[in-house]
C-alpha cells in the first residue's frame, strides 16, 4: 500500500517538474522589466549625447564666425553667434541668451584669472575695500577679469554655453540631471582675426 502510493506520487513528481506550461508568464515577468530598463536609459543615454555632439558642433560654428569682423546688416554679432548655435542644433537644442556667455580676454593665459587686488589684512582673498584693477571696467572686483562680449580684434574669447535640456523618457532622472533635466554644457576660446581695436573702459 506505502509502496504504491509512492510509486504515484514519484509519477506525479515527474509530470509536474516536466510540465513547463506557463513558463513563459514566468519568464517574461523576469525579463521585461529588465528588458525596459535597458530601452529607457538607451534613450536618454543617446538624448544626452546627441544634444551634447549638436551643442559642441554649433559653438564651434559660432566660433568660427565670431573670431571674423563680419557683420550683418540689423544684427549684432552676438545675436548671429546665437543664431548660429540654434542652427546647428536641428532643433533638438535651442539654446537661450541666458545661457551662453562671451569673455574677453587680452591671450589665452588670461582666462579665468581674477582681477588684480592689494590683499591689506593678507588673508590671500580680496575683501570689500581692497583696491584692485577693474580690468573690466564694470566697477566691482572680479574672480574672472573677462569683459562681456564677442570681443574686437586679435583678442581671445571664451564662447560657453549651459543648457537645460529634458531627457527623452525620464527613466534615468533618479540618478542623473535634476527633475528630469539636466545640463549640457560646452565651451571654446579662439582668437579673433586682427580687425579693428581691442577692448578699454
Request: glycine content about 12%; overall charge negative.
Amino acid at each position: 500500500m506505502m509502496s504504491e502510493f509512492f510509486r504515484q506520487f514519484k509519477a506525479k513528481q515527474s509530470s509536474f517538474l516536466e510540465c513547463d506550461r506557463g513558463a513563459f508568464a514566468v519568464e517574461y515577468a523576469f525579463a521585461m522589466p529588465i528588458f525596459l530598463s535597458f530601452i529607457l536609459g538607451t534613450f536618454d543615454l543617446a538624448g544626452i549625447f546627441f544634444g551634447t555632439m549638436l551643442l559642441e558642433g554649433g559653438l564651434r560654428e559660432a566660433a568660427r564666425y565670431g573670431i571674423t569682423g563680419d557683420l550683418s546688416p540689423g544684427v549684432s554679432k552676438e545675436e548671429r553667434i546665437l543664431e548660429t548655435i540654434n542652427n546647428h542644433g536641428a532643433g533638438y537644442v535651442t539654446v537661450k541668451a541666458s545661457e551662453l556667455t562671451t569673455l574677453v580676454y587680452d591671450d589665452f593665459d588670461s582666462i579665468g584669472d581674477p582681477e588684480p587686488y592689494v590683499d591689506a589684512d593678507g588673508n590671500n582673498a580680496y575683501d570689500v575695500g581692497e583696491s584692485f584693477t577693474d580690468l573690466n571696467c564694470n566697477g566691482n572686483w572680479d574672480s574672472d577679469a573677462g569683459f562681456d562680449g564677442a570681443g574686437n580684434g586679435s583678442e581671445v574669447v571664451l564662447y560657453t554655453v549651459e543648457h537645460e535640456k529634458s531627457l527623452i523618457t525620464g527613466f534615468l532622472s533618479p540618478i542623473i540631471g535634476s527633475s528630469g533635466t539636466f545640463t549640457l554644457k560646452a565651451s571654446v576660446a579662439v582668437r579673433n582675426e586682427p580687425y579693428g581695436g581691442g577692448a578699454s573702459c
